[in-house]
């Protein structure tokens, strides 16, 4: 976005004024006097249609430009990128079915979340479709992954009113937040195709950022969805820069994506950034809360991310299978028959003596165990749990294999009996 001090400053005001009414004619018209209303009862502006106080703030930036005064310079970055987002989506055959939506303040914000999405994914390579409403449940956006068997990808966003910028998010709220985004991902994703539950915010600060990170995170680790790939984050933001006495404001999105454990279909997901992106902000940031840039102080934090560890879960104890009949895996030692990196330290249902040690859900399917501490037999889930084609699937006829040392496996990887 041009800084202050650029002379054309006001001109990139008047164009984004006028962009806006051309873009979104019937939502300012609609709103325009409920908003009003909205003022005079002293209704906070996040509360407020988010289109009519953008276009607000541009308007008064322009009016009191001489005096070199930008009222709320980041709502004016962020008029700049929906101007931008609606100028494309607005040619396409499905902005029929979007437009009318626009006029509810929720739905907008929805909306434009969606939209950046599918710019953020666009850019980086992948074919995406927005999916037209129906009276079913289904996701917000589809997604085809780039090579293999280029397969689609099911996308839900969840933008909750918390995350809307202004207010302050407490603990409870995140709780609440992480909940819910589990509720909608079952109810929206379905269970055969893989998909991805996308939460979106506006100006969080990064501790409300890495809360909401730790907390999905944890949750994560105790589901059982093998369809859900993760959990998106991505918060739109304004970046403030000052340079040789030059202001600008530009909106930037982060985009955060927190890997499911028990994710085991065959599409990776890859959540490192491209670092020859030439939009990728590589220089280091200091986030800088608003009332902290009005009055020009700028805080220092130091925020440690807390590691997961795996949970414990207990096997189902059986009886000793007769010869030939299932696909029996033991150790010779006291060591675990199997390892990785995953969130699921699997214990004898008779001693607790950890027979496979983190490794995922489906990493066994159909195995039987014997525990090397106490000779008991354990058995692991079925393999028509699995309703995912998986990255990887190694077969073992039925037979006993002693095994001389611990297997490590990777995630997507499923070992499983005949």
């Given at each position: ?32 006097q409920s908003d009003e209303r909205a003022k005079i009862q002293k209704v ?220 085991f279909g065959r599409v990776e997901i890859d959540s490192s950034p491209d670092l020859d992106d030439p939009n990728l902000i590589k220089q ?135």
């Open positions: 976005m041009a800084s202050i001090e650029d002379e054309d400053f006001e001109l990139l005001l008047t164009q984004l004024i006028e962009k806006a009414n051309v873009l979104f004619p019937s939502i300012i018209k609609n709103v325009k906070p502006w996040y509360e407020r249609h988010r289109l009519i106080v953008w276009v607000e703030a541009a308007e008064e930036t322009r009016k009191s430009y001489q005096a070199k005064v930008i009222v709320s310079p980041w709502f004016v970055a962020e008029l700049k990128w929906m101007v931008e987002i609606g100028s494309k989506w607005c040619i396409k055959p499905i902005w029929k079915e979007i437009e009318p939506s626009l006029v509810n303040s929720t739905h907008f914000t929805h909306t434009m979340s969606k939209l950046a999405i599918a710019e953020h994914l666009g850019r980086s390579g992948h074919k995406v479709e927005i999916v037209p409403r129906g009276a079913e449940a289904s996701p917000d956006l589809m997604v085809q992954a780039i090579g293999g068997t280029q397969d689609w990808i099911n996308i839900e966003v969840y933008q909750p009113s918390i995350l809307s910028g202004g207010k302050d998010v407490s603990p409870s709220d995140i709780g609440h937040i992480v909940r819910q985004a589990m509720k909608k991902a079952k109810k929206q994703l379905g269970r055969k195709t893989p998909g991805i539950l996308a939460v979106c915010g506006f100006s969080q600060k990064q501790p409300i950022i890495i809360s909401l990170k730790k907390s999905v995170s944890e949750r994560l680790q105790k589901t059982d969805r093998p369809n859900l790939c993760g959990i998106a984050l991505a918060i739109m933001s304004v970046l403030y820069l000052k340079q040789l006495g030059n202001i600008s404001f530009t909106p930037v999105i982060s985009f955060d994506f927190i890997h499911n454990p028990n994710y280091p940031l200091k986030e800088l809360p608003i009332q902290d840039l009005i009055s020009n102080a700028v805080p220092n934090s130091n925020i440690t991310e807390t590691n997961v560890h795996p949970i414990k879960e207990q096997l189902k104890i059986i009886e000793k299978p007769p010869s030939n009949t299932r696909t029996v895996m033991y150790s010779k030692g006291n060591f675990p028959i199997m390892d990785g990196k995953g969130n699921i330290d699997f214990l004898c249902g008779n001693c607790q003596f950890v027979v496979a040690k983190k490794i995922w859900k489906r990493s066994l399917m159909n195995i039987v165990t014997k525990c090397p501490s106490c000779g008991t037999y354990n058995e692991f889930c079925s393999l028509s749990d699995a309703e995912m084609p998986l990255v990887g699937a190694i077969a073992i006829e039925k037979g006993e294999y002693p095994l001389d040392r611990t297997v490590h496996t990777k995630r997507g990887i499923c070992t499983f009996g005949r």
